[in-house]
């Protein structure tokens, strides 16, 4: 499957729709743990996100996700707008000049993406943090490529571990952010990070779907 620059707009305003139907969820998850504002965050960067697309529909991989990162560091509050931004900056980098794809291409890009979050967040798997969502996400992802998985079972599976993820942190204790102040009692709680790149993870399997 090949995937276009027209794919990204879909997949952005996709994200875009998850984010705003979920920013109240969102925002609860995170009035237990941090500051109380991640969907309201999430869904001022994404209403930004989707202000530029109409100027965008014509330009490359790089320039799109590069505006889009732009877009969430200066509008999205807290850490969530430096680790997002950071990670379709360092997506965009793999991108440049581009305006197609494969799926291999793609895995290549959302590990960019997280090595842009682990940049920035400074944090590994198992401190309560959207990396727990991410992380295993793309092992399967790249397991299921290796195995001859089509794009569908591959982004179905992917969205399955980033689920697992979300609720694997319930449990954890937070040791980075807003939530690591608390302690134990973090415990408990699900991650609000975590459950936004799900939703973005699902978003791009939704994509993907219409392509079929």
């Not at 973090?186 to 791009?204: C, K, N, R, V, W």
């Amino acid at each position: 499957m090949t995937i276009h620059s027209q794919d990204i707009i879909k997949f952005l305003e996709k994200a875009a729709s998850k984010i705003k139907k979920n920013k109240e969820f969102l925002t609860q998850l995170d009035s237990a743990i941090g500051d109380g504002d991640h969907g309201i965050n999430m869904d001022r960067g994404f209403s930004k996100i989707m202000s530029t697309l109409d100027s965008l529909k014509d330009k490359d991989m790089g320039t799109i996700l590069r505006t889009c990162s732009m877009a969430l560091i200066s509008t999205v509050g807290g850490a969530s707008g430096p680790l997002y931004g950071t990670a379709f900056l360092y997506a965009s980098k793999l991108l440049n000049g581009k305006y197609e794809i494969d799926m291999n291409e793609l895995l290549e890009v959302l590990k960019a993406a997280l090595e842009g979050i682990q940049m920035r967040g400074k944090a590994v798997e198992g401190e309560k943090t959207m990396i727990d969502a991410i992380a295993p996400a793309l092992k399967v992802f790249e397991e299921k490529l290796k195995n001859g998985a089509s794009p569908i079972e591959i982004l179905e599976a992917t969205v399955s571990a980033a689920k697992k993820g979300v609720e694997n942190t319930i449990p954890m204790k937070a040791t980075k952010g807003r939530a690591s102040y608390l302690g134990d009692r973090s415990i408990g709680h699900q991650d609000p990070g975590a459950t936004s790149s799900y939703l973005i993870f699902e978003a791009m399997l939704e994509t993907l779907k219409e392509k079929v």
